[in-house]
């Protein structure tokens, strides 16, 4: 498995990280070749998520940005090992830049979910201000991109 980063992005890494633990987990643990990846469902996915989240999304990072992380699928920024983001179940959410999230309304149902069974899931207390819940829109390539961007120039 590929190390979850090192230095500004390990930090950066340290509450995803422990939300993603808190999840149920899967009997995967990591991967590193395109070859490799776990099927949906090894990784518990939901099928649209899968796909979207392994031929579109990951597709459009620089270099080979898929992973594994506590058995669940996550996308990667190579370089430095910042998570981009997360997919589990029937949801997958995203690392973006404080420009998207000042576009977001602040009871945009991005930052706000209901999972599993009636829990209520608010990634700004979870995980931190700068995630959002994916909804299969185009622009979350250009968000993942700049995610990347973001990480290169921060290391």
Not at 13 to 27: D, G, S
Not at 29 to 55: I, N, Q
Not at 114 to 136: C, H, M, S, T
Request: some cysteine; charged content about 25%.
């Amino acid at each position: 498995m590929r190390e979850f980063a090192s230095g500004q992005a390990l930090d950066r890494n340290k509450k995803i990280l422990a939300f993603v633990a808190a999840l149920p987990q899967t009997e995967i643990h990591g991967t590193e070749s395109r070859d490799e990846v776990p099927s949906y469902k090894e990784l518990h996915l939901h099928p649209e998520v899968s796909v979207w989240f392994w031929r579109t999304l990951a597709v459009a990072l620089p270099g080979d940005c898929r992973t594994v992380v506590y058995g669940h699928a996550a996308l990667q920024h190579p370089p430095t090992g910042l998570l981009i983001a997360v997919a589990f179940g029937t949801h997958y959410i995203l690392r973006v830049s404080s420009q998207v999230v000042d576009g977001l309304k602040a009871n945009d149902a991005s930052f706000a979910k209901y999972i599993g069974k009636n829990q209520r899931v608010d990634l700004r207390e979870a995980v931190g201000p700068d995630w959002v819940y994916g909804r299969f829109l185009q622009e979350e390539l250009h968000w993942c991109r700049a995610s990347c961007d973001l990480a290169d120039q921060s290391e």
